[in-house]
């Protein structure tokens, strides 16, 4: 048991100290591609260090929640990974306090509280940003249920440990029809949920077209630390269930040894890198979707996801 909750605690400092060097390399990457040199895959290290260390200014119109949404934020992914395999394909301690549904259900609060923030901050951007990004999210969580209702249909269970020990004992079941849309509709969703483009362009700085990022603009000092943090982490636990549940549920420590764990520190490092590539791809192929045609771009993910649901009956 104390071998677990030290593997659990392995599992979140694994997710907090990567998830600021996976924004690098996927930043890196992505200028690297347009032949420019970009900034270093340090750089967002820097950025949270300067943000610790300034002065935090307050609105002056903002209440409680204001001030403690980016700690809800920041603490959401980090609950997560104590449900999801990070690095172990066996269950750890709080394995079975909650499934997928229970991990989307938690960062959709962290999300909830900080669009609550954004309101309660008084700019006139935030609400907008608000507006938007509920209409984007209330979009994606369908599909989401949807997604995790074919992988229960398809593994008999939600719980993410489960998930992915029968992908890896059955290879035609991960071959089969029913698991290729699941990963694709689940891609299409981490790209909307995180911000990315088509859906949004994480780098755009011009108000009228933000989403997602003038969600945080009254933000400064260590709120916008944490703020920016945490959406590091959601970033890469999303990956992580992608790849470590659906996709590619190899390379994780299947012994209690140490050592064995630690290996798979480089492994799951190797698939995220594979990750990046893809989403680089993407992100420098397609051009970011105006407003009202994010909600087509939703509805093929919908639509893959419920044949993916009607196809497992027949293809298993």
């Known amino acids: 048991m104390a071998l677990h909750i030290a593997f659990n605690i392995l599992q979140m400092l694994t997710v907090l100290l990567l998830a600021p060097l996976v924004q690098g390399v996927l930043v890196r990457l992505e200028e690297r591609i347009q032949s420019k040199r970009g900034p270093s895959v340090w750089q967002p290290y820097f950025d949270l260090w300067k943000l610790f260390h300034k002065d ?37 301690f709080m394995a079975f306090m909650g499934d997928m549904v229970a991990a ?40 989401f249920m949807i997604v995790f209702f074919s992988v229960s249909f ?11 020990a029968q992908w890896v004992q059955s290879a035609a079941r991960f071959f089969s029809p029913t698991h290729v849309l699941l990963v694709a509709a689940f891609l299409m969703i981490i790209l909307a949920e995180t911000g990315r483009i088509p859906v949004d362009n994480p780098s755009g700085h011009f108000e009228l077209a933000m989403i997602d990022e003038s969600k945080v603009l009254e933000f400064s000092g260590r709120s916008a630390a944490l703020v920016k943090w945490g959406g590091q982490m959601k970033s890469m636990v999303l990956d992580l269930v992608l790849l470590n549940v659906l996709l590619a549920p190899w ?19 190797v698939k995220l890198a594979a990750m990046l590539l893809v989403l680089a791809f993407i992100e420098t192929s397609f ?17 893959v996801a419920v044949v993916a649901m009607f196809l497992q009956p027949v293809t298993l």
């Open 56 to 92: 935090e200014v307050l609105s002056t119109q903002g209440t409680w929640i204001f001030r403690f949404a980016p700690y809800a934020y920041f603490a959401a992914p980090l609950l997560v990974t104590m449900l999801i395999p990070v690095l172990t394909a066996y269950p750890l």
């Open 251 to 269: 390379g994780l420590a299947t012994g209690t040894q140490v050592s064995a764990v630690l290996l798979a520190i480089p492994l799951v490092a």
């Open 104 to 143: 989307g259900f938690i960062l959709s609060g962290g999300a909830f509280f900080l669009a609550l923030a954004a309101i309660d901050a008084g700019n006139v951007y935030g609400p907008m940003g608000t507006s938007r990004s509920r209409m984007v999210s209330s979009l994606v969580e369908p599909i």
């Open 287 to 303: 051009a970011k979707l105006r407003l009202f045609r994010i909600e087509d771009y939703l509805t093929v993910a919908f639509v």
């Open 154 to 164: 398809a593994a008999n269970s939600t719980i993410p440990y489960v998930v992915q």
